[in-house]
């Protein structure tokens, strides 16, 4: 098993950048995705594969990967970003899913 | 428009067992491996198992091989995870979630998730 660490939290001003960022050993190697998830509601898919957008997010939203460690960067934050941001990987088959442990992002 | 509807949860005590279904519309449920994800209270998701789209390989984490059981049935669109031998420690909501794979290209890669169902294990 493998795990993804993430800072439990982060802080920003409205219309800064937030980065938030997920660690892994094995990340070089897998495609990471990265999730809100707002109180009480399910989780939304924001990046997959490292650095794609689904159709639908707006493109504050962005990811990026070096190594083994990868950042999900959040420009002109927004009062509504406020939320729990989780990074997921997993291997070739999906045979084994893992998320990270969660930001919590506030909006100060 | 997309849905999973998940159901089944409730209160149970430890020991016991719960089935929780899933019922999926607006999308080709039989193209896609399938996953349940829960959430304790006040934590972080923890991804539970998954099946491949045509039921050949399930997978599982390590703290519930042996309790519970994945499963799908591709011509009711319906998925489901058998709980047994439930511990206090599975208490949390369950959703259930189509997990973007690897190889996916455009739509494909988009995920889908239930609103979840509260399973609390407790005597």
């Known amino acids: 098993s493998y795990e993804l660490t993430q800072p439990p939290s982060e802080s920003v001003s409205p219309g800064q950048t937030a980065r938030i960022t997920c660690f892994g050993d094995t990340l070089s190697q897998q495609f990471v995705y990265w999730y809100q998830q707002k109180p009480g509601q399910a989780p939304l898919l924001l990046i997959y594969k490292d650095n794609e957008r689904p159709s639908g997010i707006p493109e504050r939203f962005s990811g990026s990967s070096s190594g083994t460690t990868v950042t999900l960067t959040i420009r002109e934050v927004q009062a509504e970003d406020e939320a729990d941001y989780y990074c997921?990987?997993?291997?070739?088959?999906?045979?084994?899913?893992?998320f990270g442990g969660g930001t919590k992002l506030t909006v100060l | 428009q997309v849905k999973l509807v998940e159901s089944g949860g409730g209160v149970v005590q430890p020991g016991r067992s719960l089935r929780l279904s899933c019922a999926a519309s607006g999308f080709i449920f039989s193209s896609y491996g399938m996953h349940w994800v829960r959430q304790a209270p006040g934590k972080g998701l923890e991804w539970v198992a998954g099946i491949s789209y045509d039921t050949s390989d399930q997978y599982y984490v390590d703290s519930v091989k042996g309790r519970f059981t994945i499963s799908r049935d591709n011509s009711d669109n319906t998925l489901f995870l058998q709980m047994n031998s439930l511990r206090p420690a599975d208490t949390a909501v369950y959703y259930c979630?189509?997990?973007?794979?690897?190889?996916?290209?455009?739509?494909?890669?988009?995920?889908?998730w239930g609103q979840g169902t509260l399973v609390t294990v407790s005597s």
């Open positions: 997921q990987s997993a291997d070739r088959k999906n045979s084994y899913v893992v």
């Open positions: 979630a189509k997990i973007p794979e690897r190889y996916c290209a455009g739509v494909s890669c988009n995920s889908y």
